[in-house]
């Protein structure tokens, strides 16, 4: 079946450390996106891709960077400069960036810093 | 600057009842219009997308309409079952940002 893979499901990060998460898709979709869920402020978007080896900044992408290599795969790395990365985060992707068929959506990282 | 509403921002209803959620978005210049449904720490699933020529999209028990000149979406659900539990997300691709605006989000609770 066709979808999206994130991993790992749960990631601790300590202080200063830097993590990647992982988003991988075999829906041959062309956009991807990252987005950052916390309570009451529904989602951000952190960084999007529409093509490989490409990508621009969302909304808050301060402390993230991201990589577009592989069409299939877009992981997000959060750096130590991010003082609050404790969140949920959804990978997302479309067929293209205006995508008739919408958005699809991985089940998502939730990363605690400890 | 786009801005998404969605009210109630929860609600719990009596299982058998009918639904409506409700989403309001300022700028009227939108591709589309997604609805999107979340379990508590899961990903989410898309439930219906309305295309700006269109009014309306149904699937199953689930009724989405769209009305551009008001700005306003709106979900109705019919027959609810406890099934139906979770946060539902509206959400808006603007034309001139391309990118995807999400409202808040309504809890639903339906009650046995």
């Known amino acids: 079946d066709g979808g999206i893979t994130q991993s790992p499901k749960y990631l601790f990060r300590k202080e200063g450390q830097n993590v990647t998460l992982s988003c991988e898709q075999n829906?041959?979709?062309?956009?991807m996106y990252w987005y950052r869920q916390d309570p009451g402020q529904g989602l951000r978007l952190i960084y999007y891709?529409?093509?490989?080896?490409?990508?621009q900044k969302g909304d808050i992408a301060e402390g993230y960077s991201v990589s577009r290599e592989k069409k299939e795969s877009f992981p997000l790395t959060v750096t130590s400069a991010q003082k609050n990365p404790t969140a949920f985060y959804l990978c997302?992707?479309?067929?293209?960036?205006?995508?008739?068929?919408?958005?699809?959506f991985g089940s998502g990282t939730r990363l605690t810093v400890v | 600057k786009q801005e998404v509403t969605q009210i109630p921002a929860a609600l719990s209803v009596p299982e058998g009842e009918n639904l409506v959620l409700n989403c309001s978005f300022t700028?009227?210049?939108?591709?589309?219009l997604q609805w999107f449904r979340q379990d508590p720490g899961k990903g989410l699933t898309s439930l219906l997308l309305?295309?700006?020529?269109?009014r309306e999209q149904t699937s199953g028990r689930l009724n989405a309409s769209l009305d551009k000149s008001s700005g306003r979406s709106t979900l109705y659900i019919a027959a609810s079952q406890p099934g139906d539990s979770a946060t539902y997300l509206c959400?808006?691709?603007?034309?001139?940002?391309?990118?995807?605006?999400f409202g808040q989000g309504t809890r639903l609770t339906i009650n046995p």
């Open positions: 997302a992707s479309s067929i293209d960036r205006a995508g008739p068929l919408g958005y699809t």
């Open positions: 309305i295309q700006s020529s269109q």
């Open positions: 959400a808006v691709f603007l034309q001139g940002a391309q990118k995807l605006v």
């Open positions: 829906l041959n979709h062309d956009a």
């Open positions: 700028d009227s210049a939108i591709y589309n």
């Open positions: 891709s529409q093509i490989v080896n490409d990508f």
